[in-house]
Antibody, heavy 123, light 106 residues
Framework: QVQLVESGGGVVQPGRSLRLSCAASGFTFTSYGVHWIRQAPGKGLEWVAVISFDGFNKHYADSVQGRFTISRDNSKSTLYLQMNSLRAEDTAIYYC????????????????WGQGTLVTVSS | AVQLTQSPSSLSASVGDRVTIACRASQGISSALAWYQQNPGKPPKLLISDASSLESGVPSRFSGSGSGTDFTLTISSLQPEDFATYYCQQFDTYPLTFGGGTKVEI
């Protein structure tokens, strides 16, 4: 079955960097776009970024544009999120999620989710 | 960015009730809308995509309708496991956006 396992979360000071990883299994990773979505404690969902199946197309939320970078290593079936210049408002559970569309450069809905990794930005 | 406004933000209902949740988009998004259910401490679960397509394994008491700017999620007969928070999400335009959520309580 599809499995997505996030890692790399933790407590980090404002202005510092952190890299999240998401290990995928149970499906052909190279055929699907993958997303990062976050949820601040007690709040709603916020889409963060997407990378297409081939890694060539990337899109970001305005709130992270220029600070976060999404990437993927298809040889390792792993998704990454490099987060720089972290702010208190970046504190959230970060989920990776698979796009529902097979071999597509457009995004649709998220049909599989990981359990999430908590990032806390605090001094 | 396309803003999605869900209403109500919370509701109280009983087992067996028919429940309707609305999602309004700030601009037309055709049928590019999905609905998710989230239980506390868990990731969201996809219920419906393309406004009305029920995902495999999702009970038939869930249904979605609408297109353009106005969408609805309906639970025909609320079951104990349906008490959760529901979110709509649009995928017509980047940035992808979610509604603020609707908490369904007993």
């Amino acid at each position: 079955q599809v499995q997505l396992v996030e890692s790399g979360g933790g407590v980090v000071q404002p202005g510092r960097s952190l890299r999240l990883s998401c290990a995928a299994s149970g499906f052909t990773f190279t055929s699907y776009g993958v997303h990062w979505i976050r949820q601040a404690p007690g709040k709603g969902l916020e889409w963060v970024a997407v990378i297409s199946f081939d890694g060539f197309n990337k899109h970001y939320a305005d709130s992270v544009q220029g600070r976060f970078t999404i990437s993927r290593d298809n040889s390792k079936s792993t998704l990454y999120l490099q987060m720089n210049s972290l702010r208190a408002e970046d504190t959230a559970i970060y989920y990776c999620a698979r796009d529902q569309e097979f071999i597509s450069t457009t995004s649709t809905s998220f049909d599989s989710w990981g359990q999430g990794t908590l990032v806390t930005v605090s001094s | 960015a396309v803003q999605l406004t869900q209403s109500p933000s919370s509701l109280s209902a009983s087992v067996g009730d028919r429940v309707t949740i609305a999602c309004r988009a700030s601009q037309g998004i055709s049928s590019a809308l999905a609905w998710y259910q989230q239980n506390p401490g868990k990731p969201p679960k996809l219920l419906i995509s393309d406004a009305s397509s029920l995902e495999s394994g999702v009970p038939s008491r869930f249904s979605g309708s609408g297109s353009g700017t106005d969408f609805t999620l309906t639970i025909s007969s609320l079951q104990p496991e349906d008490f959760a928070t529901y979110y709509c999400q649009q995928f017509d335009t980047y940035p992808l956006t979610f509604g603020g959520g609707t908490k369904v309580e007993i």
